[in-house]
């Protein structure tokens, strides 16, 4: 676990340390706060509460955490750093854990830094702040979802291009199982497979968070969604880590 | 296996790597004994650097086995790798990471941590000449820092094993030297593998000589018996690496 979290701390002052860290939270701040104003109609609700922002938040997700987990092993590749970080005496999972803590730790700052928002509502009117911080505790879990299937995706591949590609689509496929058009359409022919979607739907999770429920079979549904997907990315890069 | 202080510290058997439609390595077997310094010789796509890869435990062999310290890289991977050096093909380091900032993070990763971390981290640097860049990121220095940088890394927690990739590659004469001499300071304590293209390096430093040529262990032996079959050891390896062919 140490050597997972001295990874970690590389990888986030890596982050820093290039101008990814500022593109990235940059875009990520300016679109959901554009979003949020005139898409989500923040001030026309009359309504104090961070709604127009969290429905935006894992959509925008979909297309930035992609971005972000497509160069985590890739990139390693690309320097040849892959062979010195795997022939240090750490055990696999450890650097997959360290890496994929830090891109979290990552996406934790950024949504963090959406706290002028907070403090608009607060202002404004009388939120009530627990369905707020369940509302960021269900992005941050959606950012580990879609970060634990973007790096087992880039172990999978050294192109970035492709591994932002594949991994757009597959957080897509989850995003979207959970939607009415996805729903409906099983529905009307296999009512079995509408049932299996809407469960495995991250948009259907995190929907209760935004209305303030913890439940505890959502944290298992993540849990279990991160826990299966940093498992795939040990195997695969096992398999292909001198590829 | 291992224990005793007389067993090989590196012992490699009947390894071999076959990648689709070649063998890149095919059954070589050699063991490496504290005090040794083995020069692994051989053309470009021998197969060095993929037996140096599977020595050090980063890619899996399709048959037969190595031991470091008596611990197999396959099945004790992490106690394998604790009592190993490896500098990688190419050196390759964390760019946007500083020298000394590099150096603290291979040594967290070896445990080493505190008063114990700065002064491993500043004996690395001060064995491999790299005080004066300390606080440089390591994308603005040159070929060969950047290498003595690899090399300090791989010196940091003094393994008794060294498997060094082409460690004299890209420095001037002067930096060469000072690395052969290191090796040669260092080489009574521990069992040092380096693979190296510069037959003269193998006359300088090692005390032993191992030719692959397509995968296949073709000789063994000090260098100086080497030259002794030749009228130099350039002469002695053209011969032994280009032999079948012309035959």
């Known amino acids: ?53 969290f429905s935006f938040v894992p959509w925008l997700f979909l297309f930035l955490v992609p971005a972000l987990t497509m160069r985590l092993w890739a990139e ?50 009388s939120p009530d702040n627990g369905v707020i911080l369940s509302g960021y505790v269900g992005c941050l879990l959606v950012a580990g979802a879609y970060l634990a299937l973007g ?25 979207a199982a959970g939607s009415p058009v996805v729903t409906e359409f099983l529905n009307s022919r296999l009512p079995v497979l509408a049932e299996i979607a809407r469960g495995l739907s991250v948009a259907d999770r995190f929907g209760g968070f935004t209305r303030g429920i913890i439940a505890a079979r959502d944290i298992i549904y993540f849990a279990s969604f991160i826990g299966f997907f940093l498992f795939m990315n040990a195997v695969v890069l096992d398999h292909r880590k001198a590829d | 296996m291992g224990g005793s202080a007389l067993a090989a510290l590196i012992e490699i058997e009947r390894l071999t ?46 048959a037969g086995t190595a031991r470091i310290c008596g611990a197999d890289v396959v099945d004790q991977p992490v106690a394998a790798k604790r009592n190993l050096g490896f500098l990688p093909e190419g050196a390759p380091t964390y760019p946007e990471m500083t020298v000394a900032g590099f150096l603290a993070f291979t040594g967290r990763i070896r445990g080493f941590r505190g008063s114990e971390l700065a002064d491993r981290t500043a004996h690395a640097m001060a064995l491999t000449q790299l005080e004066g860049v ?28 060294l498997v060094l990739d082409e460690p004299t590659d890209g420095l001037d004469p002067n930096q060469k ?18 693979s190296t293209h510069i037959l003269e390096e193998v006359g300088a430093v090692c005390t032993r000589a191992i030719i692959i040529a397509r995968g296949k262990l073709v000789v063994d032996a000090p260098p100086s018996v080497l030259e002794e079959q030749g009228s130099s050891l350039d002469d002695v390896f053209r011969r032994l690496t280009l032999g079948q062919e012309a035959a």
């Open chain 1, 1 to 53: 676990m140490r050597a997972a979290l001295t990874v970690a701390r590389r990888e986030l002052a890596g982050y820093f340390a290039t101008p990814v860290a500022s593109v990235f939270i940059v875009i990520f701040l300016v679109l959901a706060g554009a979003l949020t104003f005139t898409l989500g109609n923040f001030f026309g609700r009359g309504q104090a509460d961070l709604i127009p922002f």
């Open chain 1, 76 to 125: 390693e590749r690309r320097q040849g750093t892959i062979e010195l970080l795997l022939t240090l005496p750490l055990p696999q999972w450890a650097a997959v854990l360290g890496k994929f803590l830090a891109a979290w730790a990552f996406c934790g700052i950024a949504l963090a830094l959406t706290f002028p928002l907070w403090i608009t509502v607060n202002l404004l009117g």
């Open chain 1, 151 to 175: 790096a087992a995706v880039s172990a999978l591949t050294r192109n970035q291009v492709i591994a932002f590609v594949l991994a757009v689509a597959l957080c897509f496929l989850f995003a």
């Open chain 2, 17 to 62: 790597k076959r990648f689709a439609g070649f063998t890149a390595v095919d059954d070589i077997s050699f063991s490496v004994e504290r005090g040794e310094v083995l020069g692994f010789l051989g053309p470009n796509g021998a197969g060095k650097s993929t037996t140096m890869r599977m020595l050090a435990g980063f890619m899996p062999p399709s």
């Open chain 2, 134 to 161: 300390r606080l440089q990121p390591i994308e603005t220095l040159s070929k060969g820092y950047k290498r003595r940088v690899g090399l300090a890394q791989a010196l940091l927690h003094d393994p008794p094993v």
């Open chain 2, 177 to 194: 030297h000072e690395v052969r001499e290191l090796i040669r300071r260092m080489a009574p304590e521990k069992a040092i593998v380096i």
